[in-house]
Nanobody
Framework: QVQLVESGGGLVQPGGSLRLSCAAS???????????IGWFRQAPGKEREGVSC????????YYADSVKGRFTISRDNRKNTVYLQMSSLKHEATAVYYC????????????????????WGEGTQVTVSS
């Protein structure tokens, strides 16, 4: 069964940077290349919110207003991985970050509606603190 696996989280000081990765595992030959991939985050006591998404067709990207200009989403099809480069991190970025998709397609059009996603990773913790 296909799984999404996030990595790259950790503790970083305000103003610092982190790069998160989302990779697929569990099914030989499965590739993320055919699916749009979205990044969500959930802070303690808050709802899960969509942060960024990258399409599979033409590499179009979406960013929430709160991260525009500071986060960059990208994909490396050779490595079957989607990245979220986060810079100028603020305290409010502290959250568990998840990558997600909808295997039947339409992820990019429906992003950031979290209920539209049907495949989620288990998340990676990002803590911004001095």
């Amino acid at each position: 069964q296909v799984q999404l696996v996030e990595s790259g989280g950790g503790l970083v000081q305000p103003g610092g940077s982190l790069r998160l990765s989302c990779a697929a595992s569990g099914a030989s030959g499965f590739t993320l290349n055919y699916w749009a991939i979205g990044w969500f985050r959930q802070a303690p006591g808050k709802e899960r919110e969509g942060v960024s998404c990258i399409s599979s067709r033409d590499g179009s990207t979406y960013y929430a207003d709160s991260v525009k200009g500071r986060f960059t989403i990208s994909r490396d099809n050779r490595k079957n991985t989607v990245y979220l480069q986060m810079s100028s991190l603020k305290h409010e970025a502290t959250a568990v970050y998840y990558c997600a998709t909808r295997l039947s397609g339409g992820t990019y059009n429906d992003f950031p509606r979290r209920y539209a996603m049907d495949k989620w990773g288990e998340g990676t913790q990002v803590t911004v603190s001095s």
